[in-house]
């Protein structure tokens, strides 16, 4: 029998082998062993039956890994899906659904390694990139000597992978790590980081009567579950309306019925208490499937949920391709949140690829928030989706009073250097000379956004990107680190200019470093911690902040956005934000909803327990409507404003984008490469199928030291649109490597 196999190559599309008669077929799911030019890998078998034009060559395969299905048929259907509709390699497309283990030694399923400077290979001093001069180096090959050149510019490392696209290949690398000069490491992944401590003690209260409105709300979403059909339903609850309690009582209610349950969250390491109250409401049946436990620990949770001893499994994106058989709930919790994109190959929306495989499963989805995203309450407002509302918070607890401060008469009145307006400097006291406590939101990391030279106005730009570094206080010595938060190029900044040596170097914007020196400086008796992703680097140390805040050992936390997710905090009772048009000036149509979502998330996130909460938004833009109607929480005002533009703009939820992005090593060559791929759709945008916008450089016009050149195709049906790209990469192969295709893109930089 011939079978179709996918392979972890990129770009690779299924390949037909031959199973010899002698030899039992491997079922679909299963990996087997299959020759792929000079090397054999290991693959999944994904079709049986498989035809060939007569007279083709077809290789057997080797041997089988599994004689049992290692992914249920159903995943390996999804994942073909996710390819097709995300223009992936099925084989990518699998990898992400391939259990961890799968994808170690025992499978070449994205074995990726990374590559870095070692201390002998790197310049030990002030970070500057002349590695060629030490004397560790003599002796060099020029390609090794490339290969330096590149990695030194990437402190943080670059997968064997790019690195062998930049023509670096391994044997040049395993020559480098002879000598000592680079080291190689396997990947380490982390996109959903959590921490087995971060189980904080939540007691479920399971005789809590609901509220009249969450009673009506879990009715409507019973009736629902118990058609055992495939349904969609919009849970718009405002923040603090008791969303959890109905997912849990939902959940318990399928699980009685003998169905599973997946409990999706954007980033578990942010809501560690919903992990906490599943497993308090469901004991062992409960599986978590996140990035940080060990491979061994994640291993064995896949395959007990793949062995049927799970009934409800909490997780990020990766775990809408948990091996359920029995699936007949998936919620999706804060469903606007941007993490459920994944902003790599297969580059799938989470909540889509949810959507898509209930409705392959006749289960309910249930999305769920505060502030839906434009295109899920657009399908609510058609009656695509069962809208179901909770407009009170629970107790009849008041939403947070919102007060906007105008920056403009602030700096009239108070000059240039104020960060913190008085209003919210005197809020913050009172909260602390009462033992409340208050979240500070600025959306920007770092000390500041920028440092120049006053008397030569020389700046500190990287050199591999088009943006300027962000200066972050260099440790606990004094000095300061400049540095990429796109590729992580830093260097030292000197006391004294690099070009004129004139010893005035004057930061300038502000981040969270910044405001949590003014406030320290300012409340000196204050306890005072700090979230964003430099603080919580350290393994664990995310858990730590928030666990401390939460048992109220902290007054004040300072963050970006990963302080307005989710969190119930019931001592908060004042939330500040600084600078809340920082999203507005990006170059992004969804700027607006962006903005919206985030102030309006963390407004929520005050007074959530016995004592009413106030916000404080400092802002440059008052008269801004996603400001304005996010400080009244009027989410159907800001849906019908924001909906008139995106019609008329012909933007989504009403036309579907694709964003198309090409590299070259000059900017040239990028174009020059775009507007080939822009000329081969004439014929399809001329029938009027979908029109082509750009090309354009890049808003990051480059990344890493390549040149970056971005078009859009625009239109209603999809399929059109990637049938026609799929034509002209087939008939353009070289361009494969250099182009990124993204469908349904998030943001577009
Ligand atoms: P949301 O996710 O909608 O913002 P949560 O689910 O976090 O809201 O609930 C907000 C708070 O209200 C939580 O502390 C939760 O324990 C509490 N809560 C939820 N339902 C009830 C109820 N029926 N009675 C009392 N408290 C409740
Ligand atoms: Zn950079």
Redesign the pocket.
Known sequence: MLISVAVPVPFLDLLTYNVPESVAVPPIGARVRVPVGARTLTGCVVRHDALVEEGTDVKDIGEAVDREPLLPPSIVELCRWVADYYVAGIGDALAVAMPPGARGKASAFRRQRIATLSALGSDPGDGSTQPLESPHHRGLTPKQSAALQILSAAPAGLPTSELRERGVTPAVLAGLAKRGLVVLRDERDDRDPFERAAMMDVAPDAD????EE?QRAADDLFALADAAEFRVALLH?V???????IYLRLADRIRRSGRQVLLMVPEIALTPSMAALVRGAFGDRVAIQHSALSVGERHDQWHRIRRGEIDVVVGTRSAVFAPLDRLGLIVVDEEHDGSYKQEETPRYHGRDVAIMRASRERALVVLGS?TPSMESYQNAVTGKYTRITLERR??DRPLAAVRLVNMRTEYADEGPEIVISRELAAAIGERLARGDQALVLLNRRGYSTAIFCRQCGDTFECPNCTVSLTVHRAGSGAGWRARCHYCNYSVLVPTACRKCAAPYLEHAGFGTERIEEHLRERFPDARIGRVDRDSVRRKGALTQILSKFAARELDVLVGTQMIAK?H?F?GVTLVGVISADVGLGLADFRASERTFQLLTQVA?RAG?GERTGEAIVQTLYPEHYSIQLACRQDYPAFFEREVVYRRGMRYPPFFALVNGVVRGRTFDDAMQQAREIVRRLEPATAAGRFTVLGPAPAPLGRLRGEHRVQFFLKGTRRADMRHALLQVVAAMPEIRRRLTIDVDPLSVL
């Open positions: 809590r009567e609901l509220t969450q609850g923040t603090g309306s008791g969303k959890t309690e505060a629970v107790l989710g119930d019931p929520g959530r």
